[in-house]
């Protein structure tokens, strides 16, 4: 299952896998208009540790996990 969330100009992409009845691990990916140098995990799959989740938690985690990254790359919101 799959669900993209626009964020600052990103783009977080969220993977999700059964891994039993109503249970996942989670994976984000962040796309966006710049690459900052010495920023290396653009694009590139993050698995959310401390899962599985169910599919509510999953989708939640990953997209604070995900905004949160695009904050550090970008700075605080004004």
């Known amino acids: 299952m799959q669900r993209t969330v626009n964020y600052r100009g990103f783009e977080i992409h969220v993977d999700l896998l059964p891994t039993s009845a109503d249970m ?18 653009l694009g590139e799959r993050i698995k959310i540790r401390g899962g599985p989740f169910s599919r509510r938690w999953a989708y939640l985690v990953s997209e604070i996990a995900g905004q949160a990254a695009v904050d550090v790359i970008l700075g605080p919101a004004e």
């Not at 989670?26 to 710049?34: C, K, M």
């Open 24 to 41: 996942f691990d989670v994976w984000f990916r962040i796309e966006g208009p710049i690459k900052p140098p010495g920023v290396v995990a």
